[in-house]
């Protein structure tokens, strides 16, 4: 093909030897790794080539001249990259742009369930086919998708996506492009797509598309590639797999793959439109509005020292717009980009795998761990990655602090903020969620305060399989599920979600289908309130381990005595079986000091004396009832009651008062029926003990309404009283569900 000049700013492909002549230039370049099928595929849309080579040496070799190159270094490393001038309908979008992340189902997620969303074709470096063993890869990528319509499906998704996050921009990039033009050169790397499903043949016998493709994947730049080629009116799968005849001013439904052969049909149908709007005065047209577009400068990633890392350190040049992002990023993109800056940073310093740091990247399947397990289940092996990415982003080890303060820009560990500390934990959820059918709000981990996690996280790494079968008995497995695995666990089913402030308006479903209000608590309340229940949050857990083993199925509710329910759990369930009420944390009330000794049977082991003994010492009724009202004694059990233990402490009959150190032992072990009528007793003095209070809180508004005062407990008393019932409603509603698990039944007041 020889070239010709022409009419107009859009600029068809210069003739073939002038192409080869370049690409030959790029080959002979030192450094430069290029396989020539990328370098030949990018030749096609370059605007004078010429422009980027030097002059023949002495044996007539031309190179790219060294005012052309120049070397990006990045934490995970550095590339050599050429600025060239491309036609303006150049570039692929990529899928695997870090603002897009969470729109796609990762490798790293070990289950398929039926939320899954599609996934994104892993990536390797592209190989030499025909070299030693031992030679590095060329710098660039290879992907297998399954067949054509994949590949091109996921391009015009990825694609779609950015339109809709396009809200976050606070202009609109498309009108800014034609108006003034690309002023930031966008960077592309090439990538190699190989289908698996090999083409079918037409009737002549000629396979109906390629067997595989070529693009250059837009690195930076992705929202202004899109809008470039919004403007030019094609797509860019249409750029990557094949641009069909209409889209050219050609008749048919045929398709055409060489960009050689289409750019130019374009380019001419462009520049004469151009020439008849010009005449017309039709600002409106696409060739006009083209026209600032029609050439761009952009920078080819054509080399690096160490192209098995090539992928890492060409997402690392982006990262620090996630930093210190100029554009508004959703917070699991943002989350996973800054995760994986501190990963890859920790590679390009020898302190962290290439491959572990791949699978906690979200680039491999959590299988190819060399520590995971070969029958771990789907939720052991998420429990896995997530922890090993914890581990990371909360270092113990100085280098890795220093190294994380770096990705991170943060302060020195001794100042390090919560805000800095928040930042990290919403890193380790964004990336933890690329383990599960879909992301949910990273904020969610938010939980830890700066005091505890300066100094970095410890904690045992047991198998979770192991933590789970402990956890009813062993108080360290309990809180190490409750504090790094319960929420993401539960957001991961919609079950709570971080607080989003006001909740005014929002709704939930409630069990009969009607909507009910939403209760506002912070993720700290929902882990507090799940350390208040042990038998049953325990329970919780492993059911929603099972659920996740069983496909990701919605999991069953369970009863306080941790038996499964037929109904399934939903927030208005979780709300209202662990209340906001307790998840609060509770005042430390001073142990009594009563006038004599206290045994040391009454001491529990953190110095404080049992509950059921300290209620008594501490509050004795202050008040002796009215005659004829007097309540018999509450009795004390011990709760070791029947093998020898003797009691801390004695009701004293007809006062209520304490006697502390009673001597001897029990007369005897109460019987089974004993226990049973004890309890029965202590509920009807607690209802006549309410009944009371109510009778004289009435009397209190009465004589208050007599001495006209608005706010009779408006003091100390008053918030004491509050204060004092607050604490009561949850235990009463523990005993209640108590009751009813062990047979109690409910009849109507007053049968």
Known sequence: MSDHQADGPFRPPVSIERQNTWVDAALATPHVKSPRAA???????????????????????????????????????????????????????????????????????????GRTKRSLTRVHPWPRESSDDGEQPYAALLSHPPNRQWLASNTEEASDELDRRDGLRSYDLKEDLVLNGQQEPGMYIPQRFCLVEQPQPNSDGVPVHPAEYVGWMAVRGNNRTKRRQDIFGLTSAEVLTGVPASKLGLPGDEVFFDPQFWLERLSDRLNQEWAEARLAGDDEATAIRATNVAVVTAHLVVGTPTPERLYRIVQMSNRRDHVHPPLEFVPNDRGRALGRSVLGMYVARGVLDEKESQVLSGLAPVSELSIAAEDATVSELRDLRSMMILRELFPTDPHKKLLIRRALSESPPS????????????????????????????????????????????????PLRELLNAADKDDDAFEELVAYRAAHWLAAFDIIDADRGSLAGQKTDDDDGAKAARVRRTVKNHLNALRSNRVMAVAVLRELARAMDEGDRRPFRVSRSGALLIEEMSTAWFDREFPKDSGKRRPKVPAPRPSGSTSDAARNDTGGTEPSTQLFAQHAWREQPAAGAALSPLPVLSPSAGEGASPAMEVSAGTGATVSGAAGPWPAAPTFEEQVGAAADLTRQLLELAERVEASLTAVSAAAAKAGIDRPLAGEAGAEAARNLARTLPSVRTMRDTVEDLGGRTVPYGS
Request: glycine residues 8%.
């Open 415 to 462: 100042q390090l903020s919560s805000p800095e500390i928040n930042r990290r934990a919403r890193a380790w959820s964004a990336l933890t969620s690329e383990s599960y059918p879909a992301p949910w709000n990273p904020r969610i981990a938010e939980v830890f305060n700066a005091g505890s996690v300066r100094a970095g996280l410890h904690f045992s790494g047991r």
């Open 39 to 113: 370098l030949q595929n990018a030749a096609a849309f370059l605007v004078d080539p010429e422009h980027t080579l030097s002059e023949p040496d002495a044996r007539g070799v031309r190179t790219l001249r060294e005012g052309a190159l120049r070397t990006v270094r990045t934490d995970a490393g550095e590339m050599l990259v050429v600025e060239v001038q491309m036609h303006g309908v150049a570039g692929v979008v990529w899928e695997h742009n870090e603002r897009i992340s969470s729109l796609w189902h990762s490798t790293a997620d070990p289950a398929v369930g």
